[in-house]
């Protein structure tokens, strides 16, 4: 198993931003600004796709790969980029 650890927070102001995250397309916590999870094993034996979404952002998306035998986790900052007001 593999730890993921992220902390979602607004590139510009460093504050926490409450977002819905997601692996390879399945909603796995919605409304949070931290989050850990220990993936299962099937999860960590080919590459998967985390997704984080929040209103008024624009999507961060990140494919990893883990090897079972050197990795022991994921940790990342996520910072949320903005939309551009549309005119």
Do not use: C
């Not at 692996?23 to 919605?30: E, K, P, Y």
């Not at 600004?33 to 952002?57: I, M, N, S």
């Not at 961060?60 to 005119?87: C, D, M, T, Y």
């Amino acid at each position: 198993m593999v730890e993921l650890h992220l902390m979602i927070t607004d590139e510009a102001t460093g504050q926490p931003v409450e977002a819905t995250i997601s692996v390879d397309g399945q909603v796995i916590a919605r409304n949070v600004a931290e989050f850990k999870v220990r993936l299962p094993g099937h999860l960590t034996d080919r590459p998967v796709t985390v997704t984080v979404e929040a209103p008024g952002y624009e999507k961060w998306e990140v494919e990893a790969r883990w090897n079972i035998n050197h990795s022991r986790g994921f940790r990342a900052p996520v910072k949320l980029k903005k939309l551009e007001p549309q005119a």
